[in-house]
């Protein structure tokens, strides 16, 4: 089958023209400029689709991945902004499931779900990171926490059962928030971590520079575009007791 490239590449061309268009419209509608620093880091989701509707809060979703060095940097500093934010907003960590065959996304992503399904992973974070990164090679890709097996025995060495762990890794609801968790970011188009989606309509990755400064921008903005009064006061509460 013969195939007309020159056509191929006038239709590609048209295809990133119109979604750059889009995006540019969109980021022209924001009541405030951004920086090339930050345009290079934000993206509008041409679908906008939150992650839970449940309520009218405005959503946070903070993206990260076990295998991340940058996201065990930053960690306590995105509990932080978390602990900062007014009580209407509703903030949700979810595992990057990146389609990668050198990392293991879906493998920590599987062991992230069944620690919060246990309701240990606030408290096993730090120890996945370091576990996942310690035996990070940079030429060979191999990362820890890869292996159910290597997962059971590190959430034996958190203290929990491996009947627990067996029971959890191949339920319903972990499964499901998994899948869930999936169709989500693959809406949003995010391509890299730690990052965050705020609202289902914006995403924007960690970058060095006004970050956070960034993302409570834009909460701001969905507070004034939905029509919401801000609260007086932030939640001082821990950050897992704020996330879902």
Known sequence: MKINFQTHLVAAALALGLLLTLSSA??????FELSDQERANFKVILKPSRYDDSDDKIELVTVFWYGCSSCRATDATTTLFVNSLPDDVRVTRLPGLFDNPRMPFQSHARLFFVLEELKVE?????????????????NARNYGLITKESQETFAASQGLSR?????????PAVLGKEARARAFLDNSGIEAVPGMIINGRYVIINFDGPYYQLAEKLINYERERLGKAKPEAAKTEPAEAKNE
């Not at 009947?163 to 339920?171: G, I, L, S, T």
Request: proline share 6%.
């Open 26 to 31: 969109s980021q022209a509608q924001l009541p």
């Open 122 to 138: 606030a408290q096993a974070r730090q120890a996945a990171f370091d576990t996942a990164l310690n035996v990070y090679n940079p």
């Open 163 to 171: 009947a627990a762990f067996e029971a959890a890794y191949d339920a």
